[in-house]
């Protein structure tokens, strides 16, 4: 079994960055709620526990706290933020109100020489609380200019804590740090690769569905694609993929899907034509959690009906990853708030006739192009744009009907084709997604001395490292010119383009 580290997670918006900073590292780590069954967190058999931040303070009524046998278990323990505050409730120090609380950079300055800090000062903090007692056997090991302990530690039971936040990436070498706690302090292996995660996968879906066939349903995104690859290595023959044309794609994304599976991996694969039947669901829906409803549920209804021609499988395969996971149901997936639903956790119908099988339901995006370029996907489609399962539902705002739909399809085509052609699109590109939207907002334009009267095409394009967060990209102005100019000027309706130069958080990276 993989070496694994457990992280608690007490609330914070960073609980995700840190275990993808610990996959990073190559050693496998699962995110579990602070409170969650001891069963359940030690079956991953941890080495070691990381304990996240927190919006409360460990003096309020009904605060989080660490569970008793994390504490008996004598593995070691990082606590970061409020799990440093936690770990010193826990074991009999005392924790304040700070006076000055501190956001934002700061400089550290250890006070005791260990690798684990050695390659720090620059930090990120975030906190209005701060440690006035150590607990027994704890000292100090760095200060900052508003924090006497900034990080805290107990060499012999291997207990650790830091008020700031190494996961981010305004702290330079925070990964660093938890990198040696994880390999060098907990003596976890750093064998989480593709390699290892294919294995992994392979074992596990081969225990869930045993001889049964087994239903891919393929979107035309990397995820489900990279899913339905990883189980026709695991089971071969007993999959059937089946790629349903909503009408909602991108351009000529059927053709390089089927050519990617049929063609590449040999991949026995079905093409339902259904664009008719999504655009009448969705004839004068506007609101986008209706749009995703409908679409989920016309999914499974058409693959239930195709199931019926193919044996009637028991499982379907869906291509759901981290980040899908955490936007539909919060960090701890259970208690924080829901931002939106995505049709492969959020939108499918109660009464759904399959058990699904999602090989990549903890990976991070990345995680699962290295994955798919080790199957031996093409590496113009593990590296292509992310894509929506709800498809252009979500970036045709208002209603979606083919006109519409296919305008978006032609202006987003422009701005692949020329963000591809300046550099900033594919492996190694300088963008991490970029895509139009279109808006029921219509405006005055001038064209060949006529008025135009016509809709509206905004472009998000941005740049991130894990898709939890993002900035909008600093492109060219001569390029954003460009792809304006062609869009106005070779799609139909269209008489202006806007540049969405919102981050996320506040804006999520999708429009709906």
Not at 18 to 44: G, H, K, M, N, T
Not at 477 to 499: C, F, M, P, Q
Request: hydrophobic share 40%; proline share 6%.
């Amino acid at each position: 079994m993989t070496d694994a580290i457990a992280i608690l997670d007490f609330g914070s918006q960073y609980a995700q960055i840190i275990a993808r900073r610990v996959r990073e590292a190559q050693v496998y780590c699962e995110l579990f709620p602070w409170d969650a069954p001891a069963e359940q967190i030690l079956s991953i058999q941890p080495k070691g526990f990381i304990l996240s931040g927190g919006p409360k303070s460990v003096y309020e009524e009904n605060a989080p706290y660490i569970q008793r046998f994390i504490l008996e278990s004598g593995l070691p323990i990082l606590g970061i933020c409020y799990g440093m505050q936690a770990l010193t409730h826990a074991l009999g120090g005392k924790v304040d109100p700070s006076a000055q609380r501190e956001y934002g950079p700061a400089e550290i300055q250890t006070l005791v020489s260990i690798p684990l800090l050695s390659h720090l000062s620059k930090v990120w903090m975030s906190h209005g609380d701060k440690v006035t007692q150590l607990p027994d056997g704890f000292i100090a090991l760095a200060k900052s200019g508003n924090s006497p302990c900034a990080a805290m530690g107990d060499m012999r039971r291997k207990y650790f804590g830091v008020q700031f936040h190494p996961e981010v990436h305004h702290t330079p070498n925070g990964g660093e740090l938890l990198r040696r706690f994880a390999v060098e302090i907990c003596g976890a292996a750093p064998n989480w690769t593709p390699a290892s995660i294919i294995e992994t996968s392979v074992e596990r879906v081969r225990k869930q569905v045993g001889g049964e066939r087994v239903l891919a349903a393929v979107s035309g995104g990397v995820d489900s694609t990279v899913a339905a690859a990883l189980v026709h290595k695991a089971v071969g023959d007993q999959l059937v993929s089946i790629f349903v044309d909503t009408g909602l794609m991108r351009h000529k994304e059927g053709e390089q899907v089927a050519s990617a599976l049929r063609d590449g991996l040999g991949v026995e694969l079905i093409t339902v034509a259904a664009s008719g039947d999504f655009f009448a669901a969705l004839k004068g829906v506007t609101d986008p959690e209706q749009k995703r409803k409908i679409v989920g549920e016309k999914f499974i209804r058409i693959f239930e009906r195709e199931a019926k021609n193919v044996g009637q499988p028991k499982f379907l395969v869906q291509g759901t990853i981290y980040p899908d996971v955490v936007e539909s149901s919060g960090p701890d997936r259970s208690q924080a708030a829901k931002i939106k639903s995505h049709h492969n956790v959020g939108g499918l119908p109660e009464d759904m006739r399959f058990e699904l099988v999602e090989p990549l339901r903890y990976l991070f995006k990345d995680e699962v192009r290295l994955v798919g370029e080790v199957l031996g996907l093409s590496s113009s489609l593990v590296w292509r744009q992310p894509f929506p399962g709800p498809g252009l539902t979500v970036r045709c705002l208002g209603e979606c009907t083919p006109e519409r739909v296919s305008r978006l399809r032609a202006a987003d085509f422009i701005l692949q084709e020329e963000l591809s052609a300046a550099g900033f699109l594919g492996k190694g590109g300088k963008t991490a997604q970029a895509f139009a939207v279109l808006l029921p907002v219509r405006s005055v334009g001038v064209m060949g001395d006529q008025r135009t009267y016509q809709e509206t095409a905004a472009i998000r394009v941005v740049t991130t490292e894990d898709f939890m967060t993002a900035d909008w990209a600093r492109l060219p102005y001569d390029l954003l010119a460009k792809v304006s100019n062609r869009i106005v000027n070779e799609v139909e309706g269209i008489n202006r383009v806007v540049y969405d130069i919102t981050s996320k958080p506040p804006a999520t990276i999708e429009w709906e």
